[in-house]
């Protein structure tokens, strides 16, 4: 899929160099037929070679090389399915085929890997040598299949850096040279992929290159070559290791009694993973977010509300990220971990005294503390009764950045807790250790290999288009983008069994896609399978269309999880350069397939109670029934969604509807609103004093007066004229029940885009953006209007993670196959009944 153009220039190539070749008759002058080619550059070289008898027996060659022996012409035009394209493609013909040959005084055999001589200022190419064959016309040749050095690949040579410069991809790509062009040999040794890179380094023999992955350009792939993954379907009675994030639990339905534990970094409300645990129990496996990061408090609040079984941690990825090493250090210092020298009688005294690499987050801040001179506590006399919490950062807001406890003390209730600093502890060394013993056993903090599968989409503010100072040159020095590393180096240090990362489109277009590539790169250079894919939320069963791209990580011993094939028609939009234009998840235009139509406006919110600007209701009853399918199974009770935790401490609110409330337009805005028509298409351009000129441009109407609001101020204003330059049609505009919605934003301000209404003056509530982002109805959200926009317009829509959560079960029960896409046995919202034998209730 995909391919085609890219197949076309190699063909273009091929023919290219037949012509010249024949036309100059010159044996030395050839062309390198690589894939990274961009022309036929031709690679003149003088060298000694020859095809080493006896020739591989007549009929053994035919049944090898069916292709190669059809014809008498010397190349045979026909379809060839080997690389996995339907194009009519070239084929040498051969007169005989050779397991040797020798060039330059140098024997080479079949299967041995060669330097290929590139053009000039460009380093070699690398191939296996997989057949060596003379042409009708006499001339030697031999098939390369191509390996990729890293900036070869999407990781490309600005984040090559990331990888060791001895490793190497191979590549499916095939094609026939001329067999001057090879240089030399080169040993390329293949070794197992392991996550544990020190141990993998003493696997790696003493050749000039290794290999352990290959490299394709469909989904951008990076996969195992052999991939050695025993079906493990048989999970439900089987114990995996808690080792590796899994461990036995007690379930009464279908899923696997084996859990898996999940990790929603930048949590926000938790729509990721709340969609992957999903869909992941729709393919027959129990994922649980046991831990959820995020700096903001209401979305902590949000997913902790309908997740009560999540460890919710309201702090930053990057103090997540020390507190994860400084848990690990407590744990090896009680032994927990099996440390060489376990502290006795359980001292908790200060890390300084470790022999450790002097990188802990504790150590660097402490030492700041002491350069401040401010290293003394002052020593109160109150008993500690016991540590309720850990966290790393600065609770107190005193500047004073480290570890830190949240004590109870004796004699005092919760309203006296207080957080204390590791060093403030030295006292009570034994409610320490009591306190990271309970905590290792209840996983309060993960460790490494204690956690499955990481997921989250670190923001990337650097590259948005409103921020005026984007640093295209050096991406990473640019804080914004720092989440990004961090998001990396919590996977590097945790090393899971699975990754997927979510991001904006722009990740792929800002400075050449230096951040998707850098992402690809880490993953790849820890040792991680990967793939690339970008979807559009609309083919799954919403009414919105929003491009997100998922990067999946698989550790080598796993399958890499697929892409599902979209279930709905939408057509994805926005143009994504350069090789990137490879990962659109879609069917391809040949494949017949039956997809559902996509769905409307109407389709999602057509039944929701009417509601003014000025609404100040947050839980109500429907009041209406449902009128589609959609709305009848958006709005099941959480009893009936899959996977939702029932036995919730909320049980009695159930079956309401909330967050069907708009941001408040002020009076000038709502009295704009009030006054653009109510039909398909309207805007500011339809208010009284502007007229549309040439090339679709919006100008003043000079034959009226400026029209006025009552508060004095003009009816349209200026920045709706001057927006786009005048182009845009998204101010004040009205979105329409029969449309499919652009994308769910963040801020719910008309002013720029269309986000209103199509019959009421307002703009679309909470709920109708939750339900554009399949929110199931129960799915409660709290803090202020504004930051309940904030938390369903961030979020990703939640069938987009349901069938990447479906397509992560299929592969980590090791019965995913290993093509890239795969199609999925159900769909949005139907999906989210917790049994096909749920009525569903459409009353009001
Ligand atoms: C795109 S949203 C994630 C949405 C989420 N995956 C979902 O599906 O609902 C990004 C989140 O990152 C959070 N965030 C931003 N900077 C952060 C940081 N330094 N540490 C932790 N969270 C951060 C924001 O509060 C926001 O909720």
Redesign the pocket.
Known sequence: MGRGSKRKVEKQQLDESIDSESETQNEDSTTLLHPRSKKGRKVARDAELCLVGPSIAADEARRRWPLRYQSKNKVKKQAVTETSNDEEDDVLQARNHYDKAKVDGCLYKLGDNAYVQAEDGNLNYIARIVELFETIDKKPYFKAQWFYRAEDTVINKDNAHLLDKRRVFLSDIHDDNPLNCILSKVEIAQVAPNIDLVAKERTIPQSELYYDMKYSLPYLTFKNIVTETPKRDSDTSSVVSSECGSSECNSNNTTSKVERSLL??????????TGLCMGASLSGVKLVTRWA????SY?CKSLQWNHPETKVRN????D?LCLLKEWEKLCQKFSLLGADKPLENGSSETSDEEDDDGQGCEEEQEKEREDDGDSEDSSEEFEVERLLDICFGDPNQVNKPGLYFKVRWKGYDASYDTWEPMKGLSNCPEKVKDFVRKGYKSNIVPLPGNVYFI?????CQGISGFNRFRNGNAPLDDIKNK?LV?YMDIIEHLKPRYVLM?NVVDILKFAKGFLGRYAIGRLVSMNYQARMGMMTAGSYGVAQCRMRVFLWGAHPSEKLPQYPLPTHEVASRGHVPNEFEEINVAYSKSDTCQLERALTLGDAISDLPQVNNDESVDQRKYGKVARTEFQKYIRLQRKDVINLTVDTPHASSLGMLYDHRPLQLNADDYERVCRVPKRKGANFRDLPGVIVGENNRVEWDTTMERVKLKSGKPLVPDYAMKFVKGRSTKPFGRLWMDEIVKTVVTRAKPHNQSILHPSQDRVLTIRENARLQGFPDCYKLFGSIKERY??VG???AVPV?IALGYAFGLACRGVSDDEPLMILPFKFPKCLARSSQIEVDDSD
């Open positions: 929603d970094l930048y949590s926000g409300c938790g729509a990721m993973s990061v995020d700096i903001n979305a702090e930053t990825a990057e997540f997921c989250g989409g670190p923001p989440q961090v979510e904030i938390q961030n979020a990703v993670a």
